[in-house]
């Protein structure tokens, strides 16, 4: 993209954010925007796809704190107009301020990076003359539902990715097959002209190339000009185990390609878990709820307990045991990063007969007989008391 294009464009805008937008609100507004252009829920429907372009570049710089900030500056830089020396060779008086300066980040002869240079990604060289740099590639987001079993144990889920690229039919270049671009004659490349205004210049980008440096005069059918096309493509990613609902998981390098050559960007990617009807998830550990008889909580019993993906276990239920007691069955839980497993947590719910009959209700009536001095109560009321 060239300066001028760059600094054209309205991230903001293209958003529907205010410029003092916090990054929480411009992602949350970025993930209900892709959902509603996605290509893959809009089939066939071309603006919505030039929407979801636009969506994404616009997130791309404005989600990276030091790239907004550069942007920001940049777009204050054209709005006001830029100055650069303008008395000639050997002229004096001149104000020493070059664009090139900017554009580079070089400061007296150095070689450090940052400032302004950072936003163009290197276009101009100290001279003012064009330089081909690589570029990376923008970093894409994407959001994907694992079942409850495939976030505990890891998946390989196929992922359709829709993200600019470097145009197949004309490889980049913006011109038609068998054409090459021209060096812009207006600004011999450079992609700024300047205006003499006394003692200083004022430097704009070149109306001619529209900052670009080059110009297509028989521009590619595809990309019009661009040398850049959206493409699709599906890729199978692998979840690791022992993923967490909502977590965001960066793969480095599957993001969108680079140009000229530069790095392809990274993959962010949200995993949603579907709920399970049995078990739950505590960090490594997975939890279980498990009834158990009246008489198996008071007199004590060996109990099976089901474990996700695997056999039973065996537990052994002291007497008297209370309700809500928790046990637990090592590792049985979740995978762990480094290949073990978390625990399963096993609580106890003592389930109440409804309905008591017979001998169940005799020997009930005897407990209840034998117990009655025995008050469970007794000690809430003193504690109730103060006592």
């Not at 309700?323 to 762990?336: C, V």
Request: proline share 6%; net charge positive; aromatic share 6%.
């Amino acid at each position: 993209m060239s300066g001028k294009d760059y600094v054209e464009k309205d991230y903001y805008k293209v958003l529907g954010v205010p410029k003092d937008a916090t990054a929480t609100e411009i992602k949350k507004t970025y993930r209900k925007l892709a959902r509603e252009f996605h290509p893959d829920a809009n089939k066939g429907d071309a603006k919505a796809e030039e929407r979801f372009k636009d969506i994404s570049e616009a997130y791309d710089v404005l989600s990276d704190e030091k790239r907004r900030k550069e942007y920001d500056e940049a777009r204050s830089l054209f709005a006001n107009g830029g100055f650069r020396a303008g008395g000639g060779p050997g002229g004096t008086g001149s104000y020493s301020f070059d664009f090139g300066d900017l554009f580079s980040g070089n400061q007296g002869g150095g070689t450090g990076g940052g400032g302004i240079g950072d936003v163009f990604g290197g276009l101009f060289n100290r001279g003012g003359t064009r330089q081909a740099q690589p570029r990376r590639g923008a970093d894409v987001e994407t959001e994907v539902t694992l079942s409850f079993e495939e976030a505990v144990d890891g998946a390989t889920v196929p992922l359709r990715m829709t993200s600019q690229a470097p145009c197949r039919t004309c490889n980049g270049t913006g011109a038609r097959s068998g054409t090459t671009p021209r060096v812009c004659p207006t600004c011999v490349g450079a992609g700024t002209v300047s205006r003499g205004q006394g003692a200083f210049a004022l430097s704009e980008p070149c109306k001619d190339c529209r900052g670009r440096g080059m110009i297509v005069d028989d521009p590619c059918t595809d990309c019009h000009g661009s040398g850049r096309a959206s493409s699709a493509r599906t890729m199978q990613v692998r979840i690791p185990a022992g993923v967490q609902a909502d977590q965001r998981i960066r793969l480095k390098g599957k993001g969108a390609q680079g140009e000229r050559g530069g790095q392809p960007g990274d993959l962010y990617v949200t995993v949603h878990v579907d709920p399970h009807p049995v078990f739950g998830r505590k960090g490594d550990n997975l939890t279980v709820t498990v009834p158990v008889a009246f008489p198996e909580a008071a007199l004590g019993a060996t109990i099976e307990v089901p474990t996700l993906g695997g056999p039973a276990v065996k537990l052994k239920l002291p007497p008297g045991s209370a309700n809500g007691l928790t046990m637990r069955a090592r590792g049985k839980g979740a995978t762990r990063k480094d290949g073990t497993r978390g625990d399963l947590l096993v609580t106890v719910e003592v389930v109440v007969p409804q309905h008591v009959t017979g001998d169940a209700l005799n020997a009930l009536e005897q407990y209840r007989e034998a117990t009655a001095s025995d008050d469970p109560r007794a000690a809430l009321f003193r504690a109730a008391k103060g006592a």
